[in-house]
């Protein structure tokens, strides 16, 4: 199951939703959304700085990834990047693909 990064900050209608519902509340919000496409949320963490939350989930397939981060974008109360996550072992399977590439101006 692939599984993803996601960074995400709150607008202010957002944080303001965090601090009445709370942090464990949005944790179980993102594993409920993930459990309806048989998801699974493996890390929640709230953070300083540019991003406000950090989230690490094993999403079915890209679609479903696509429908989650539209869904929760057009609230407009979260703004996420999602970043596909790679074992090390799929980079070994990687490694060992061939491709034939010129670089500019080579």
């Not at 989930?57 to 696509?66: G, I, L, S």
């Not at 407009?76 to 101006?105: F, W």
Request: proline share 4%.
């Amino acid at each position: 199951m692939p599984k993803f990064l996601i960074q995400l900050s709150y607008t202010a209608e957002g944080a303001k939703g965090v601090l009445e519902d709370g942090g464990s509340a949005r944790r179980k919000a993102a594993a409920d959304v993930l459990a309806q496409f048989n998801g699974k949320l493996e890390a929640f963490y709230f953070a300083f700085g540019a991003d406000d939350a950090a989230l690490i989930v094993d999403v079915p397939d890209q679609e479903a990834m696509a429908a989650i981060s539209l869904t929760v974008s057009a609230t407009g109360a979260i703004r996420t990047r999602a970043t596909v996550l790679l074992t090390p072992e799929q980079i070994d399977e990687a490694a060992k693909k061939h491709v034939n590439y010129r670089a500019p101006g080579s």
